[in-house]
Each structure stands twice: as structure tokens, then as C-alpha cells.
């Protein structure tokens, strides 16, 4: 694996963690708490872990310039500042979350988690995107 391979793994860590929060979304859904508490543990340390592997790309390579043309560009660009300032948020309050669930405070994980969930999942979901978008070949959009 090379430096040039991180951003293929941060596109599949995002998505990953987008998996893990929709499992366990589902999970708490149907009273299964532990196997919410472990996937949701998952899902922390999967973001952790792009972010550990976003740090070191971008320290490697810098700032990689989007050059396509057309729709796309605006496109991109919205998605990519909503992730951005999105994924600042995140932080925070997934730090927050898991550590209210986790010390047993359910009445204020709950409150804090209704809006975790939705911010951390268009993060994941978008990271997956401003991937395609900025490394894919141009043929698919």
C-alpha cells in the first residue's frame, strides 16, 4: 500500500461507518442495546480511524484540486463545504454521544443522539461521494 492508496481506504472507512450507524440505528430500534453499544463503538473507531488516515494523506499530498468542468463542479463543491463544516460537528458531538451512552446517561444520549445520527451519517455518506467525485474517472458523471 502507498500514500496514494489512503483515499480509496478513507472512502471505504466512511462508508463502513455509514453501515455501522445504520445497523445501529436499527439495532436500538428493536431494544437490542448491547449489540447498539458495540456497533456504535465500531462506528466511532471507524471514523477515528479515517480521520487518522485523512491527516497523514493530506500532510503527504496536500491539497488535491478538483479540475473537472460542467454541473459537476458546483456540485461538488456544495458537498464538499456542507461535509466539511458537517464533519467539524460531528466530532464533538460523537464524542458527546458515545460518552453519555457509554457513562449510562440514555435520557441526554437520546436527546444529543437524534441529532448525531442524522449529521454523522450525511458525513459518511458524503465523504463517500466527494471520493467518487474527485478521484473517479469522469465517465461517471
Known amino acids: 500500500m502507498t500514500i496514494h492508496d489512503l483515499p480509496a481506504v478513507n472512502?471505504?472507512?466512511?462508508a463502513l461507518s455509514?453501515?455501522?450507524?445504520?445497523?445501529?440505528?436499527?439495532?436500538?430500534?428493536?431494544?437490542?442495546?448491547?449489540?447498539?453499544r458495540k456497533c456504535m463503538i465500531a462506528a466511532f473507531a471507524t471514523s477515528s480511524l479515517f480521520l487518522i488516515c485523512y491527516v497523514v494523506y493530506h500532510a503527504q499530498v496536500g491539497?488535491?484540486?478538483?479540475?473537472?468542468?460542467?454541473?459537476?463542479?458546483?456540485l461538488y463543491f456544495t458537498i464538499l463545504?456542507?461535509?466539511?463544516?458537517?464533519?467539524?460537528?460531528?466530532?464533538?458531538?460523537?464524542i458527546i454521544t458515545l460518552s453519555r451512552g457509554l457513562k449510562g446517561r440514555y435520557p441526554q444520549h437520546r436527546r444529543i443522539a437524534?441529532?448525531?445520527?442524522p449529521i454523522w451519517l450525511y458525513v459518511s455518506v458524503t465523504g463517500?461521494?466527494?471520493?467518487?467525485?474527485?478521484?473517479?474517472?469522469?465517465?461517471?458523471?
Not at 463517500?128 to 458523471?141: A, E, F, G, N, R
Open 81 to 94: 463545504i456542507t461535509h466539511v463544516l458537517l464533519a467539524f460537528a460531528v466530532v464533538p458531538l460523537a
Open 63 to 74: 491539497s488535491v484540486p478538483f479540475t473537472r468542468h460542467g454541473f459537476v463542479r458546483p
Open 18 to 36: 455509514g453501515i455501522l450507524l445504520l445497523i445501529g440505528f436499527t439495532l436500538i430500534h428493536k431494544k437490542r442495546i448491547e449489540l447498539h
Open 114 to 117: 437524534k441529532w448525531t445520527f
Open 11 to 14: 472512502a471505504s472507512l466512511n
Open 128 to 141: 463517500v461521494l466527494v471520493y467518487v467525485l474527485l478521484y473517479q474517472p469522469t465517465w461517471l458523471l
